[in-house]
């Protein structure tokens, strides 16, 4: 006879080394990820910060042949995006993360003046060497975000920074846990919220986004409408409040909410 079976639907759990997703460098307490080519280095740091991560940033040669080595294990083997761009007055690298510039892996004679204004590594050599290209050049992404303590996650109530990116609790390792972000702009202005991205489950979760903190119109109701994942839809309030309502119901093998 033919044989049927069901089983529950269970998340992920999360791994005692904290980099769960992530591959773990036990000796500086950070993880990594290599990502599939992104359309420019913008549109890499943006897949990074989907990730709960920026691109990488590099202090030691030990860092430098981990993430090497890794790329090369993802099949990244002819160049990878740094987090490091040009910036500031003196128009020096740096970290997009912020993290003191203390240690570079550069080709002689680089950076090359007038050849581009962010940093790849070299992936198809041992050494992991660093040039600066065209920030428009499309490569793969490498990710870095610290170890997390293994803790159940939790609606935080810090207020939302306008131009920052505000996650739901556990993102993107888990989504079970709701919470309601409360957005204000200054008297006579608006409220704009972008979605980066919005993965739940169709049949249970639902984001709605409500004008004012109660008694305003809803703008969006993600709980019919839902096909799983969304991507760059951006909603305006009419005053200078807005209501995000993250309600999951299982909140099952899913990201969660990046606005």
Known sequence: MDMFCTAPLRQPTTPDCGCEGFADDSDDR?????????????????????????LASIHNLQENSFLRRLAVSKGAVNGLFLGATLAGKGMKFGWVEGSEWDYTNFYPGFPM????????????????????????EQLPVACIREQRSITEPTCSPDPAVEGAITT?????????T???????????KTVELEIILLEANPCCDSLVIHDKFLGG????NYWFSLTGEVHNATYTSSSNLMRVSWQPHGGVNVRGLAV
């Open 30 to 54: 950070v993880c990594y990820q290599v990502g599939a080519a992104a359309e420019s280095w913008q549109s890499a740091q943006m897949n990074c910060k989907k990730l709960g991560a920026n």
């Open 113 to 136: 003046p007038g050849l581009g204004d962010c940093i790849a590594m070299d992936t198809a050599t041992s050494k992991g060497q660093w040039m600066n290209i065209d920030c428009s």
């Open 168 to 176: 739901s609790p556990g993102f993107p390792y888990s989504a079970s």
């Open 178 to 188: 709701p919470c309601d972000f409360f957005l204000t702009a200054e008297a006579g």
């Open 217 to 220: 119109n809803m703008i969006a």
